[in-house]
């Protein structure tokens, strides 16, 4: 059910959808905050009171990689905060899941090169989606060596590889593997030579690593 925060009682709904069904009783006072560079920072879903404290530290974007999801406690209170505060929120969804889409790494690209700095990007932990534009900031953009940039898929930033969520990584190693014998950039591989299902199929997460993202950490 969509909810009205004009609407006292809607807005406590909301609230405690949020605390409890998100889990952002969780985030209250760990944000996974990290600076990637380049004017851009990574963390997990900011509540609005983080946002009023990201404002007035001088952030002037706020990159949602959750998706845009209207009627979701999340999406419609960092929203309304957002649009008080004068952020500008850009919804940029990608999966934690899955292999990337060339169309979404080509707007995330076009974005990146148009927002105003600084940025945050968030995704709900801020372990894996986070971690994923993050190592694709440093490549494309920072133009950062490729064994510094993927560190931002680790365990530092809570990404576990052995999930499900391990086939962000196979992306970038599938990358890697060709650089290795064909030099290329990154993102000339990513236009000319990636090809999304064959690195799809050809992942396949542990036993174990399901075990942890799906039914322990239950990540998004």
């Not at 006072?29 to 380049?38: A, S």
């Not at 001088?58 to 505060?85: H, M, S, W």
């Not at 440093?138 to 510094?148: I, K, R, S």
Request: include cysteine; proline fraction near 4%; charge should be negative.
């Amino acid at each position: 059910m969509a909810y009205d925060l004009n609407d006292p009682e809607d807005r406590k709904r909301a609230w405690n959808d949020y605390l409890w069904k998100d889990h952002g009783i969780l985030r209250e006072r760990f944000h996974n905050f990290h600076e990637v560079g380049g004017g851009v920072w990574r963390s997990n879903q900011p509540s609005p009171q983080r946002l009023e404290e990201l404002k007035a530290q001088g952030f002037k974007t706020i990159l949602n990689i959750r998706g845009t999801q209207p009627g979701v406690c999340y999406y419609d209170l960092e929203k309304e905060a957002c649009d008080k505060l004068g952020l500008v929120m850009v919804d940029m969804p990608f999966g934690s899941r899955e292999a990337p889409y060339l169309d979404r790494m080509q707007r995330a690209k076009r974005i990146f090169s148009e927002i105003e700095y600084p940025a945050l990007i968030h995704c709900k932990s801020g372990a894996d989606r986070a971690g994923l534009m993050s190592v694709f900031f440093c490549l494309v953009h920072l133009d950062m060596p490729y064994e510094e940039a993927i560190t931002h898929l680790s365990l530092k930033y809570l990404h576990v590889k052995a999930g499900k969520t391990g086939v962000l990584d196979h992306f970038f190693e599938t990358y890697r593997r060709y650089n290795e014998s064909n030099p290329v950039a990154f993102w000339d591989w990513v236009e000319n030579v990636y090809d999304r299902d064959a690195v799809q199929s050809e992942f396949m997460a542990s036993w174990w690593g399901n075990l942890l993202t799906e039914r322990i950490l239950r990540r998004e």
